[in-house]
């Protein structure tokens, strides 16, 4: 196994920048997703690693060594592209077997290798197939099967699943974390899709407009977003956003003030340095974080009243739409619930994750290091 390292490195395409001073260390070991929108610069940086595009400027490190000059061959890296890239004419077999035989191993031990790595990705009874008579999940895992076999320091896949149905999706996703617990290969992997990246990622690199934004584990990036792009990109539905103020006071506590009421935030909660004061901002909920009726042990100045505008019901789940001092939000509620359009309800919410944004530059402003978050960790109020 291997780490990986990006040192100010830039993708420049003339005079546009599709990666923009780089830096991000993949610790050895770990399942890194690099998520972001489509033309943020993730699979640019795939391939800088891969070795099928060279950086501009900065430098590139494997297992330490420096590889900006190092063809894709000589790299100890394997690659897992999203169109699959079997050879149509070659069964499982000679597909998988394909990369060895062309370097020359030796025959005996690429069988047993084969015969290993059919073995755990479940392919023993499809050897003698061709790409064609198998379905969308098994290409998939004939394409890991084949990266398998150069027994790489460092995995590196581009979207492997975003051509596969949503069932099938989330089971060849349970595989690939399962083939990582049990392999540990170093592994970096490129998707736009939130859902994947929280379930699968030991640290999520966000990536927006060609610079990395933040990377932290995926309880970090949903409960601590440094700005507004990463708070607003994670989470379904996504985040409400609304104008508000917030205040310091003597005591030390913070307060906020949204849909016409003041909320004073968990002690512990501090400005960031350097934005200390009163001042207007952006404040931002999750729609996990509302309790329809008040909840449990609520001060009476937490409490809102809202006109139910639109209701989603999703079986397990129900989305509400809330019409709340001309505001409209988002909440999440459970499917047992049944709401009606045109219906009053009351509703608070969780104090420990109310954010706040600078309405110009979307810096996150609140240190919420000082006071509990979902896992437990941190002060409770």
């Not at 940086?45 to 420096?66: K, N, Q, W, Y």
């Not at 191993?105 to 755990?120: K, L, N």
């Not at 969308?136 to 590196?156: C, D, E, I």
């Not at 690199?205 to 995926?218: E, N, T």
């Amino acid at each position: 196994m291997a780490g990986a390292e990006l040192e100010g490195v830039w993708r420049r395409f003339g005079s546009f920048a599709a990666v923009a001073d780089l830096t991000l260390n993949i610790r050895d070991g770990e399942f890194l997703v690099l998520l972001g929108p489509s033309g943020c610069g993730k699979t640019t940086s795939l391939r800088m690693l891969a070795g099928l595009e060279r950086p501009t400027e900065g430098v590139i490190r494997l297992d330490g060594r420096v590889v900006n000059d190092v063809a894709p061959g000589d790299r100890d890296t394997a690659m897992v592209f999203q169109s699959y890239a079997l050879y149509p004419h070659m069964t499982v077999s000679r597909n998988l077997s394909f990369g060895p035989r062309v370097r020359g191993e030796d025959r005996t031990t690429i069988a047993h290798r084969v015969e290993q790595v059919a073995g755990v990705l479940g392919l023993e009874n499809l050897l003698n197939r061709r790409p064609s008579e198998l379905s969308g999940g098994q290409r998939q895992r004939v394409a890991l099967g084949r990266a398998m076999l150069r027994q790489p320091k460092l995995f590196l896949m581009d979207e492997p699943l975003s051509n596969l149905d949503a069932a099938l999706r989330g089971q060849v996703r349970a595989e690939l974390i399962r083939l990582h617990q049990k392999l540990g290969v170093t592994t970096v992997y490129v998707t736009h899709d939130q859902t994947e990246a929280m379930a699968m990622a030991d640290r999520i690199a966000v990536m927006f407009d060609g610079r990395l934004q933040q990377a932290a584990s995926p309880e970090d990036i949903f409960d601590d977003p440094v700005n507004l792009m990463v708070a607003t990109f994670i989470g379904s539905p996504k985040m409400n956003l609304v104008s508000g103020s917030i205040q310091p006071h003597d005591d030390g506590r913070l307060s906020v003030k949204l849909l016409g009421s003041e909320l004073f935030l968990p002690a512990g909660a501090r400005l960031r340095p350097g934005h200390e004061g009163p001042q207007d901002v952006t404040l931002g909920i999750r729609p996990t974080d509302f309790a329809l009726g008040g909840g449990r042990n609520v001060e009476a100045s937490e409490i809102f009243t809202g006109i139910v505008d639109l209701v989603e019901p999703m079986g397990a789940e129900t989305f509400v739409a809330l019409n709340c001092a001309d505001q409209i939000l988002s909440c999440r509620v459970s499917g047992r619930e049944h709401m009606t359009v045109g219906e009053q309800v009351t509703f608070s919410l969780d104090r420990r994750f109310i954010y706040a944004f600078d309405p110009a530059t979307g810096i996150a402003l609140i240190d919420r290091s000082g006071f509990a978050t979902r896992n437990g960790r941190g002060k409770a109020d």
